[in-house]
């Protein structure tokens, strides 16, 4: 058998976590390799979480440098890459912070060495997060009822591979499942029957019958998966979801990471007090600009100094946020304002009977969550 690498990248968010836990209980014959990019600029919470991860797990998490900094003079692989850009903050056109300090370190480490990256996407959730552009590494998603990244689907559901792929479900698939499986693997994909659709009616009839399927037709092609004499997530049928996750961090022991804890704060509405709750939606940098308005209030009242250190940043007409800058934000009117409109929008949320996970959910954007969940 190939030697092929099994790795997870621990962002310090809840969703990468929870599936260090998930996968270390639940299939600990797979050696799993957990590494974390350090920008230098991460959350006190993060490296605690970092911490307990590591002691749950019995395992250390391996430290990935963006860049040595034993010869140079910067504080954080983020200042460095911030001087050779030139003082140009990243932004969502622009994330070279992501490539820099995520993306390009992961692809040094893995190397040309056939690889299998497990990634924390949720059921709830649809997308595919990261894709590497190395053909030697192939990202699965253990928490989805579909476990394969869109390009494998792609390649398995083509109709140009519809003969192999009936020829190994007449094998595999039961008898009691065959006449309504092997009726959607009849159906060629069309206009009026696309690829999404035919892979959730086949995974609707049989998830590891779907699952097994992907396995056998792996085998002729280049991807890690395909070098295996055996892959145990081809028998799993869970689909997890948010509270799924947060039950997952609660029980272990290791905790929700404290940043997503909802907290208290005041606001006045028409001459009465009201009471809110705000806290963070994402791990990654205290000063990502990805942040709602809210977030940024949050920074401000919970960890002041992190939010001057992040005022500093801003210079030569560079800012965080395209409307106003820090400063402005920090401002008690603006502040007051921000929790009024956040007040407002959260009790329309509530009256539409959205949770506090439901509001999370809302507030996920791609941010780092995009490389490692």
């Known amino acids: 058998m190939t030697e092929v690498k099994h790795v997870l990248g621990i962002s310090g968010g809840k969703d990468s976590a929870a599936l260090a836990i998930y996968l270390n ?8 390799e957990y590494y974390t990019c350090d920008t230098g600029r991460e959350l006190t919470e993060t490296y605690k979480l970092i911490e307990r991860l590591e002691s749950k797990m019995g395992q250390p998490i391996l430290l990935l440098d963006a860049v040595d900094l034993t010869n140079v003079t910067d504080d954080s692989p983020f ?13 969502s056109t622009s994330r070279w912070c992501t490539k820099k300090l995520k993306l390009e370190p ?3 480490y893995i190397g040309d060495e056939p690889t299998i990256s497990y990634v924390g996407i949720r059921g709830d959730e649809d997308r595919d997060g990261y894709i590497s552009k190395k053909q030697t590494v192939q990202s699965i998603f253990p928490f989805r009822k579909n476990i394969w990244s869109e390009d494998v689907n792609k390649l398995i559901l083509s109709n140009q591979k519809s003969d192999t792929f009936k020829e190994i479900a007449e094998r595999l698939v039961s008898k009691e499942n065959k006449a309504r499986f092997m009726q959607y693997a009849d159906t060629p994909i069309s206009a009026t ?12 009839v049989s998830i590891k019958t779907y699952n097994h399927i992907v396995f056998q037709m792996l085998k002729d092609t280049d991807y890690p998966v395909g070098k295996l004499d055996s892959f145990p997530l081809i028998d799993n049928e869970e689909t997890l979801v948010l509270n799924d996750i947060f039950n997952i961090l609660r029980d272990s022991g290791v905790g929700v990471p404290a940043y997503y804890e909802p907290l208290n704060y005041e606001v006045e509405i028409d001459g009465e007090l009201k009471k809110g709750t705000y806290s963070r939606s994402r791990s990654g940098c205290f000063f990502c600009f990805y942040q709602q ?5 949050w920074l401000f009242e919970r960890h002041n100094d992190l939010y001057m250190s992040a005022i500093e940043y801003e210079k030569d007409g560079y800012s965080w946020m395209d409307t106003e800058t820090l400063e402005e934000l920090a401002s008690p009117e603006r502040i007051a304002n921000i929790k ?3 007040y407002l929008r959260m009790n329309r949320n509530i009256n539409k009977n959205k949770s506090w996970q439901d509001q999370i959910m809302d507030a996920e954007g791609d941010g780092c969550v995009s490389c490692f969940v």
């Open 25 to 32: 209980e639940t299939y600990p014959q797979m050696e799993v």
């Open 79 to 91: 200042d460095h890459f911030l001087s050779l850009y030139g003082g140009y903050l990243p932004s």
């Open 106 to 108: 992961f692809e040094r």
């Open 193 to 204: 029957f696309n690829l999404k659709e035919k892979l959730n009616a086949l995974l609707d």
């Open 293 to 297: 308005k809210i977030e940024w209030v």
């Open 340 to 342: 009024k409109e956040h």
